[in-house]
């Protein structure tokens, strides 16, 4: 969650190569770690939790229990918000150091992404945490993100060669890491990137909700 994106991050500022675009090196580097970021918690990190949780039966006995399905969510809700918080003070701080100084009037659309890109992770991370088998779901999760990690987090999509970059573009991977160096690095408000992301957090949400078992 914060050693991995942390080496990205220095590994990206301390090189020329891959190519990251025109702007400032590290000012990239650090708004695709900072998506990389939300994708290792809300995606990997809940979808492993939640379907080795959910073989355990630690699932089924929380659901019977007052906290109830409603309860649980907000739980994890709660959880991905705090080890995010904790992240971009760690991820913010390094990056300060390497010479990072984001664009201040991006710093409101870039929570809007990051809530956006949360909600679609941690959407996709339950639907594939509550159909497939908990050992099935660690392979997939982190296959997953070392793919979304060259796909749109920290590369680009503008950077990735012709269809690739295309394709990426449309994955949350792409949305949310071209959403974040939008806001942190130019100061815009990305709409585009964020109706993808609302249009995958809608569509796995869906999905979920109707596939989730709380029992293998």
Do not use: C, Y
């Not at 809007?112 to 909600?119: E, F, H, K, T």
């Amino acid at each position: 969650s914060i050693i991995l994106p942390a080496m990205a991050l220095v590994g990206l500022v301390s090189t020329q190569v891959p190519d990251l675009g025109d702007s400032p090196r590290v000012d990239i580097a650090a708004a695709g770690t900072l998506a990389l970021a939300v994708a290792s918690t809300a995606f990997t990190g809940q979808a492993i939790s939640t379907a080795f949780d959910r073989r355990n039966g630690v699932l089924r006995f929380l659901g019977t229990t007052p906290l109830g399905r409603g309860g649980l969510l907000g739980g994890k809700a709660i959880a991905v918000a705090v080890v995010l918080a904790i992240q971009f003070l760690v991820l913010g701080t390094i990056a300060a150091v390497l010479g990072w100084r984001p664009a201040l009037g991006g710093l409101a659309p870039a929570l809007v992404s990051v809530a956006l890109g949360a909600v679609a992770f941690v959407a996709l991370a339950l639907l594939i945490a509550g159909t497939l088998r908990a050992e099935a779901v660690l392979a997939v999760a982190n296959l997953l993100w070392v793919v979304f990690l060259g796909l749109g987090l920290l590369l680009p999509t503008a950077v990735l060669p012709g269809l690739v970059g295309t394709v990426a573009a449309f994955l949350p991977s792409g949305a949310l890491g071209d959403a974040m160096r939008a806001s942190l690095v130019h100061g815009a408000w990305p709409w585009g990137p964020w109706l993808v992301l609302i249009g995958w957090g809608l569509v796995a949400g869906l999905l979920a909700r109707r596939t989730f078992r709380f029992t293998d």
